[in-house]
């Protein structure tokens, strides 16, 4: 009855869902890419964001410009970027954009995907940069924002200072969460700014953090000289070859765009993120001649961490935790804060041109006190001591229309390798394949990598990735893949060697611009602990979950869109009976050209047996705000976003979303307990902008 019900509530409702090539519709794609492989709701993709948003505003001259600078789209294949700018070196500029559709692998449904970021222009931009142009057609921005969840969780209740400081179930801040971010940016050759937040339960001028904001982040960056090519200040991020080695920030991974897989690394970039992690604090520069370029860094920051004190001085003897959630609420999530300091230097050499380029990389990473994690088996091979260097070399070259790609990285401390080795091709304008290999060492360790991974670390893991595209006539085109990957070592909740495969397929229906109808059906087959045991040894066993979803989009009128999606999940394992859940969405959005209000509203059902068959939805928010909440349990979710623009330079959001639980009478547990069947949530956002 649960099933028929919710595929009767999808019809009623199939005049939906716009597709427009629109920044936000792009930027959301991207944005699910990594929601689906991450499956966080703790995202922050403000610097994929700010690439888009800049190059919709800014768009990329294709008569100048450069395999980097395509590359940092995001959007295009190697082959095609090699396409385009062989074009114009055997053919000279392009005359008008439709002279895209001349070029052999340059389909209308990747024209129609680039449009909005690149334009043709005969004209050359003027390279040089004065201080007079730089502060009279320079950006500056100012986000201010306030978030809250309304319902009172238990770790806010008051408490006596005695209770407060001897317990961790109680929160010291409010449950406001605060964020300010001012920036001013020129082209993409310079930015300053920073960035602060405090998140919910932290302190605020008071206690643990007389300073004000829990967490501050500021850079200077600045690009386009011909010998000093790129230098920042203050906080930055690094990417090289294919994440093996050093990749601060998300990268895409497997989605239904098989092209995804592939990382297109943007060396150096001011960092203006709130994640309190994966970023760099120092300075670093490129320096390049002709095609070569050297990139040497520095970084020195605190990150907090937990372990034994010395019994004498009880100052940290030794770090067995690391932690990354960058949170300080409670006395035991203070008292990590800032435990460690992180030293990296590094360095990458690398030769560029239009169909090759490699890059040879070193970087060292110190702690001042040893890392030792806990001594249980699937710790047996984890990082232990004070210091690491990690030696790579990765390489990308276009051979007609195959792209070959990868990197091979070595750690010192463990002697061991993680290597990458990929082939992208497009065989026919209307078939394109993907295959990539690799084979990451149990021992290997680096902390700032990000390779293409089933796992959540580049270590312990050999896998085959393979994928197709087929466009099988004007409206449709198959997406596939198939992955199938290993693990040597134990992993945390899997007490033996595993393996496993992920499969996916997704025909699409798109005959024309407004509209678009695609399903989808995802396998996953994982080993893990059985849930059966007799307290001695533990047996591994399959969890294979599915995944189906129709998604359909149409574009009513020229501002008025609806957006549909059906989801259904089971995951069927031999030690707990068969589980399922699904989820309904409906997105209004009107978005009128002529009026300075945009409005989306959103109303959604889910029922699903268990936090296992959870299901994560994008869910549009405020600019710069990535929310993607797991729906679980049986219930129903609403919110609605409305942006208003006034006075020519401001920018005012506001959004009102809440969860009603049917079979829940108290939502989560610990500290974050709410008595009763409600949950909110509420965003308020401002910007000033010239």
């Given at each position: 009855m649960r099933k028929s019900s919710l595929f009767l509530l999808f019809f009623i409702s199939t005049?939906?869902?716009?597709?427009?090539?629109?920044?936000?519709?792009i930027i959301q794609q991207r944005v699910e890419f990594i929601a689906e492989q991450s499956e966080s709701e703790e995202l922050d993709l403000t610097n994929i964001f700010d690439q888009l948003n800049y190059f919709y505003d800014n768009p990329i001259n294709l008569n100048n410009t450069s395999p980097d600078e395509l590359r940092s789209l995001g959007l295009l294949t190697e082959v095609q970027i090699t396409d385009v700018l062989l074009h114009v070196e055997r053919f000279g500029k392009f005359i008008s954009i439709y002279e895209l559709q001349s070029l052999k692998y340059w389909d209308l449904s990747t024209i129609s995907l680039v449009l909005p970021f690149v334009k043709v222009d005969d004209r050359l931009e003027n390279m040089h940069i004065t201080f007079r142009d730089a502060v009279k057609n320079g950006k500056i921005e100012w986000y201010t924002r306030y978030q809250r969840t309304p319902e009172r969780k238990k770790g806010y209740t008051p408490v006596s200072d005695s209770i407060l400081?001897?317990?961790?179930?109680?929160?010291?801040?409010?449950?406001?969460?605060?964020?300010?971010?001012?920036?001013?940016?020129?082209?993409?050759?310079?930015?300053?700014?920073?960035?602060?937040?405090?998140?919910?339960?932290?302190?605020f001028f008071k206690g643990s953090q007389k300073n004000g904001f829990d967490y501050y982040s500021f850079h200077a960056f600045y690009k386009g000289g011909k010998y000093v090519r790129a230098v920042a200040a203050g906080d930055?991020?690094?990417?090289?070859?294919?994440?093996?080695?050093?990749?601060?920030?998300?990268?895409?991974?497997?989605?239904?765009?098989?092209?995804?897989?592939?990382?297109?690394?943007?060396?150096?970039?001011?960092?203006?993120?709130?994640?309190?992690?994966?970023?760099?604090?120092?300075g670093a520069a490129i320096i390049g001649y002709k095609k070569w370029n050297l990139l040497t860094f520095y970084s020195n920051k605190k990150i907090d961490g937990s372990g034994i004190n010395d019994s004498l001085t009880d100052d940290l003897e030794f770090v067995t935790t690391i932690d990354l959630s960058g949170l300080h609420r409670t006395n035991s999530e203070i008292a990590k804060k800032n435990k460690?300091?992180?030293?990296?230097?590094?360095?990458?050499?690398?030769?560029?041109?239009?169909?090759?380029?490699?890059?040879?990389?070193?970087?060292?990473?110190?702690?001042?006190?040893?890392?030792?994690?806990?001594?249980?088996?699937?710790?047996?091979?984890?990082?232990?001591?004070?210091?690491?260097?990690?030696?790579?070399?990765?390489?990308?070259?276009?051979?007609?229309?195959?792209?070959?790609?990868?990197?091979?990285?070595?750690?010192?401390?463990?002697?061991?390798?993680?290597?990458?080795?990929?082939?992208?091709?497009?065989?026919d304008p209307s078939v394109s394949v993907s295959v990539i290999y690799r084979n990451y060492s149990k021992g290997y360790y680096s902390f700032y990598n990000n390779g293409f991974s089933e796992g959540?670390?580049?270590?312990?893991?050999?896998?085959?990735?393979?994928?197709?595209?087929?466009?099988?006539?004007?409206?449709?085109?198959?997406?596939?893949?198939?992955?199938?990957?290993?693990?040597?070592?134990?992993?945390?909740?899997?007490?033996?060697?595993?393996?496993?495969?992920?499969?996916?397929?997704?025909?699409?229906?798109?005959?024309?611009?407004?509209f678009e109808l695609y399903a989808r059906f995802r396998q996953q087959v994982r080993q893990k602990n059985s849930r059966d045991t007799d307290g001695s040894i533990t047996g591994i066993e399959d969890v294979v979950q599915n995944n189906y979803r129709l998604n359909m989009s149409y574009k009513v009128l020229e501002s008025f869109t609806l957006k549909?999606?059906?989801?259904?999940?089971t995951i069927h394992r031999k030690s707990n009976s068969a589980e399922d859940g699904w989820i309904f969405t409906q997105d209004l959005l009107f978005k009128p050209k002529k009026l300075p209000i945009d409005l989306t509203l959103r109303y959604a059902l889910f029922d699903t047996d268990s936090y296992d068959t959870r299901i994560y939805t994008f869910e549009n928010?405020?600019?710069y705000v990535f929310s993607i909440p797991a729906y679980y349990y049986q219930g129903s979710r609403a919110y609605a976003l409305i942006r208003f623009s006034f006075l020519r330079h401001c920018d005012l959001w506001l959004r009102y979303g809440t969860y009603l639980y049917s079979n829940k009478k108290v939502i989560s547990s610990g500290a974050e307990?709410?008595?009763?069947?409600?949950?909110?949530?509420?965003?308020?956002?401002?910007?000033?902008?010239?």
């Open positions: 005049c939906s869902f716009l597709f427009g090539q629109e920044r936000n519709e400081n001897n317990s961790n179930g109680y929160y010291h801040g409010n449950a406001d969460k605060y964020y300010t971010r001012f920036r001013y940016t020129y082209r993409t050759n310079i930015s300053l700014g920073f960035t602060a937040e405090k998140d919910p339960g932290e302190e930055y991020q690094i990417q090289i070859g294919q994440g093996l080695n050093t990749w601060s920030g998300y990268a895409f991974g497997k989605s239904a765009d098989i092209f995804s897989s592939k990382k297109a690394a943007n060396l150096l970039r001011p960092y203006t993120s709130v994640d309190e992690n994966r970023f760099f604090r120092g460690l300091s992180e030293q990296v230097i590094g360095n990458y050499l690398s030769y560029n041109s239009t169909r090759f380029n490699a890059g040879i990389a070193v970087v060292n990473q110190q702690y001042n006190q040893p890392l030792q994690k806990d001594t249980i088996p699937y710790n047996l091979y984890a990082f232990r001591g004070k210091n690491t260097t990690a030696i790579s070399g990765d390489y990308n070259f276009v051979l007609r229309n195959f792209n070959f790609f990868g990197e091979v990285s070595y750690s010192t401390h463990s002697k061991s390798f993680a290597q990458l080795h990929g082939l992208m091709a497009i065989l959540s670390n580049t270590q312990n893991e050999s896998g085959l990735f393979s994928g197709i595209k087929v466009k099988l006539a004007s409206a449709w085109s198959v997406s596939s893949y198939i992955d199938f990957f290993k693990f040597p070592w134990l992993k945390y909740g899997v007490d033996a060697p595993s393996k496993g495969y992920e499969f996916l397929v997704q025909p699409t229906y798109k005959p024309n611009k407004v549909s999606r059906i989801e259904y999940v928010n405020a600019l307990e709410i008595k009763g069947s409600k949950k909110s949530d509420i965003t308020v956002q401002l910007r000033v902008s010239f």
